[in-house]
């Protein structure tokens, strides 16, 4: 059976989806699509909680179907990292302990509005203040079913028992900082190609991934352009090849949307007394000194 031996396992908004499609230029991995199957937590948070997740081993195994030959055949699964218990239980369980494990960080105030400002694009069903939706994500996640897991904006960002206890229980754990992915993609890029024991190759970086920092101007054209709208089923019978879907989509999106705002200095200020604690704690047990996140 073809199953993964190559996990991202979060944290989301922190460069996965780019990590994700770079690697998959590598003649020697195949990173799987969708992207973020979640298959190892699905069933235990919720099956209507992911958006096409897979919820069965078949399923799964289908994903890297004929991939055998590869060295690597990975998936970025950014939930993983949330549900450490869960996710490494069910990893152990369904492939083995021999998988490598990256995990991406970023600052996690940045990560939290980012984080906001993305469910918000893509679910209707945030329509909170970033104010609001920080006080009441927890309970809302908790007292609705099919309430997704990223709309968790502050427990994402407490990174440091995500990141021990995987480090803990798996050999082969590398942590990339966003900051550095950015600055010095090169060189983190090559970090990861030497973790994984591969030769280093050039990647393309021309194509953008999940680009953020945009909101729509309205809520009906974003309720329009969710993925499973009666109008976006209907486009795709009257154009059938994505790619003058896609050109349609751009245009829409173009003329109906507008610059995400910074958020105001007080939940900034917040946020950073909030994760302080914890960003201490995770610097220590990395041996890196993160604590300007929180300065």
């Known amino acids: ?18 990590l994700h499609n770079y690697l998959n230029q590598h003649p020697d991995i195949f990173m799987c699509s969708p992207k973020e199957p979640h298959f190892l937590i699905n069933k235990e948070i919720g099956e209507q909680r ?7 081993l ?17 998936e970025s699964s950014v939930m993983y990292l949330l549900f450490p218990e869960i996710s490494i239980k069910n990893i152990k369980k369904e492939i083995s302990d021999d998988v490598k494990i990256i995990i991406m960080l970023r600052n996690p105030v940045e990560r939290a509005y980012s984080g906001y ?34 709309s968790r904006y502050l427990e994402l960002g407490m990174y440091y028992n995500q ?10 754990v590398h942590i990339i ?3 550095d992915y950015k600055s010095n993609f090169n060189i983190e890029i090559n970090k990861v190609f030497c973790f994984l024991g591969l030769n280093v190759i050039d990647i393309d970086t021309n194509a953008e991934h999940m680009v953020g920092g945009w909101e729509w101007k309205n809520d009906w054209m974003k309720s329009l352009m969710m993925k499973d709208s009666f109008f976006k089923r209907v486009l795709k ?3 059938p090849f994505k790619i003058i879907r896609k050109v349609i989509r751009q245009v829409l999106q173009k003329g109906n949307t507008r610059k995400v705002e910074n958020p105001c200095q007080e939940i900034e200020s917040w946020l950073k007394e909030y994760y302080k604690k914890d960003v201490e704690r995770l ?8 604590n300007n996140w929180t300065r």
Do not use: C, W
């Open 117 to 150: 400002q993305h469910v918000k694009r893509y679910n209707v069903m945030e329509d909170l203040s970033f104010e609001e939706a920080l006080e009441k994500s927890e309970d809302r996640y908790q007292n609705t079913n099919n309430m997704t897991p990223a």
């Open 283 to 290: 610097s220590l047990f990395l041996k890196r000194n993160l």
């Open 58 to 74: 078949e399923e799964y195994e289908f994903l890297f179907k004929g991939m055998d030959d590869k060295k690597y055949r990975g």
């Open 163 to 172: 990141v021990k206890k995987y480090s803990e229980e798996f050999k082969d």
């Open 177 to 179: 900082i966003y900051d």
């Open 50 to 56: 992911i958006p096409k997740g897979v919820n069965n």
């Open 1 to 18: 059976m073809a199953l993964p031996n190559l996990l991202i396992v979060g944290a989301a908004k922190s460069g996965t989806t780019s």
């Open 237 to 239: 019978l009257i154009f």
